[in-house]
């Protein structure tokens, strides 16, 4: 009887509060579905900015006791909205450009920092589970942050939809990141809705790639998590 209420106690621990990993995750969540909330003017696009730069250092802080490594994240994080600030004054594309790829940097910076905390030894507990799924987020936004680099240097790279609001000729900043994250989403979970796809070679590199990384992701996490509940219950 014991040991059951033991396996009841370990199943549900996915279920709990665990702390930064928690509060990581529900970060994420909120951005994920309150973005378009932040599509609007200058000062929501900046609020917007402000939200995620904090979610993210904050996520690297809660995963590291490196001084460094927390530099580098606060580095990025103002870098990329140092670059948000100057598009949305000056509507440059090179800005544009800097843009997408710093915000790249530092989605995947971050879930690399948290991957490494969530593969380390150690007892499985929720904040484990929690960050191991706010990496998956973080690796869709990183994506999306590649597509819409890659679309602004090449246009019509991706057949984008005119429902979407997307012109290749003038960009629309964060709301182009926004298309990309949906198609990032749709890619990285093998939904594949169709509405968006690559078209140019490097586009659908890209595509294939983040399609491999999902799927490793997935298999890598559940042996380690499986491997690190076994070694919990012989302890």
């Known amino acids: 009887m014991a040991a059951t209420d033991n396996d009841t106690d ?5 279920f709990r509060y665990g702390g930064s990993g928690t509060l990581l995750l529900i970060g994420l969540l909120l951005f994920v579905g309150l973005h378009p909330l932040m599509l609007g003017g200058f000062v929501s696009r900046v609020l917007g900015g402000l939200l995620i730069m904090g979610v993210l250092i904050a996520g690297t802080i809660a995963a590291s006791s490196s001084p460094w490594q927390r530099g580098i994240s606060a580095t990025l994080g103002l870098t990329t909205l140092g670059v948000q600030v100057g598009w949305l004054v000056t509507r440059n594309t090179d800005f544009e ?8 940097i530092f989605c995947f910076y971050t879930a690399a920092i948290i991957l490494r905390h969530v593969l380390a030894f150690g007892p499985l507990y929720a904040d484990r589970v929690h960050a191991a799924l706010s990496v998956y987020i973080l690796l869709a936004m990183g994506w999306a942050g590649a597509y819409g680099m890659l679309e602004v240097l090449a246009p019509n790279s991706f057949s984008i939809p005119a429902t979407f609001g997307h012109v290749a000729a003038d960009p629309q900043g ?10 990032s989403i749709a890619t990285l ?3 594949g809705y169709g509405d968006i796809t690559p078209v140019a070679p490097f586009a659908r590199s890209l595509a294939a790639l983040e399609q491999l990384i999902g799927v490793f992701y997935i298999a890598v996490l559940i042996s380690r998590l499986i491997s690190l509940y076994q070694s919990q219950d012989r302890v």
């Open 189 to 191: 979970t093998s939904t």
């Open 97 to 104: 450009i800097v843009l997408m790829a710093v915000f790249a």
């Open 174 to 183: 964060m709301n182009l990141l926004a298309v990309m994250f949906h198609l």
């Open 10 to 14: 370990s199943g549900s621990e996915v």
